[in-house]
């Protein structure tokens, strides 16, 4: 994954991340769309993010 936005504080308290993702439906789901999300989540849990961190802090940071 290549950042290219400057970090900064969210005003919801919490960070979007948005990407392209072709594919097509079968059966109402976009499976490229599951994939790349599944790889997305891993590779953040990976850098030491925590799921449901009420400040998106990560967890290394905190422990």
């Not at 005003?11 to 976009?30: D, F, M, S, Y």
């Not at 790889?39 to 905190?62: F, H, M, Q, T, V």
């Amino acid at each position: 994954m290549v950042i290219k936005t400057e970090p900064k504080a969210s005003r919801l308290g919490a960070n979007l991340i948005a990407c392209n993702v072709e594919g097509k439906l079968e059966n109402n789901v976009n499976w490229a769309e599951v994939d790349a999300v599944e790889a997305l989540i891993e590779e953040l849990l990976r850098a030491g993010y925590c799921l449901n961190s009420p400040d998106s802090a990560p967890c290394s940071k905190r422990h």
